[in-house]
C-alpha cells in the first residue's frame, strides 16, 4: 500500500505563523473546513458539545485514512465569531451577544461521505455527535495578527487590527476569525497564543 504523509499545518505555515507585534496582510486561499454552529459564551454546554463533535469526527475520519495510507495531524480549533445584529464587528464585551462557527481545516480526503460515516460509528459507541457539516470556505484578503496571553485579554489586539485598517483604508469583508495554537487545558493563560485574523477589502 502506497503510504501519503500530508501536513497542512506545515503546507499553509505564512497563515499560522503571524507576529505578535504588527499587524500583516495575507491571502487565505479556499480551504476545506469541518463545521459547527451556535451562539452564547464560550462557558456554555453548546461550546463544549461542539468542540467535542468536531475533535471526535476529525480523528475518527484521521484513524479511518490512515488505515487506507494517508496520515495526518489533526488541525487546531478554529472560530468564527460574530455580535448578534452585525456580521461586521465583532464586540469583545457583548457575551451574551455572541454568535459562533467553531472549525477544523481538513485534507481533500476527508469527504463529507467519510465524515458521515465516522459519526454514524460515533453513534453506534453511544457517544454523541451534534449537527455538523463540511465546506470550502475562502477568506480572501485578511489583517491578522499573534495575540499572547488569556482570551478573555483580547480586545486591545482586535483593536489594533481595526485601528490598522482605519490606517491603510482597508474595510471588513468578512467575520472576526480565532485559531487557538494553545491548548488552555495544559498552558497558563499567560503563555496561550491565538491568531486574530479579519477579512479585509
Not at 477544523?104 to 463529507?112: F, H, N, R
Not at 465524515?115 to 455527535?129: D, H, N, S, T, W
Not at 496571553?149 to 469583508?173: L, Q, R, V
Amino acid at each position: 500500500m502506497k503510504r501519503i504523509k500530508l501536513d497542512l499545518r506545515k503546507k499553509y505555515e505564512h497563515l499560522y505563523s503571524p507576529s505578535a507585534k504588527e499587524v500583516q496582510v495575507i491571502e487565505v486561499p479556499r480551504l476545506r473546513f469541518l463545521k459547527v454552529d451556535g451562539k452564547g459564551a464560550p462557558e456554555s454546554q453548546a461550546f463544549h458539545d461542539a468542540i467535542q463533535t468536531l475533535y471526535g469526527l476529525s480523528y475518527a475520519t484521521k484513524f479511518g485514512l490512515k488505515k487506507e495510507g494517508i496520515d495526518y495531524p489533526v488541525m487546531a480549533l478554529e472560530g468564527l465569531w460574530w455580535t448578534l445584529g452585525s456580521t461586521v464587528r465583532f464586540d469583545a464585551q457583548a457575551r451574551d451577544k455572541w454568535n459562533w462557527t467553531l472549525m477544523m481545516m481538513q485534507p481533500d480526503a476527508a469527504t463529507a461521505e467519510r465524515f458521515r460515516a465516522a459519526a454514524a460509528e460515533i453513534r453506534r459507541k453511544g457517544k454523541p455527535v451534534g449537527a455538523f457539516r463540511i465546506e470550502d470556505f475562502q477568506e480572501g484578503l485578511s489583517a491578522q495578527i499573534m495575540h499572547l496571553g488569556p482570551y478573555s485579554a483580547e480586545a486591545p489586539t482586535i483593536e489594533k487590527i481595526w485601528g490598522f485598517m482605519d490606517e491603510n483604508g482597508y474595510a471588513p469583508n468578512g467575520k472576526h476569525h480565532e485559531i487557538y495554537l494553545g491548548d488552555p487545558r495544559r498552558a497558563a493563560p499567560s503563555k496561550l497564543r491565538t491568531i486574530l485574523r479579519q477579512p479585509i477589502k
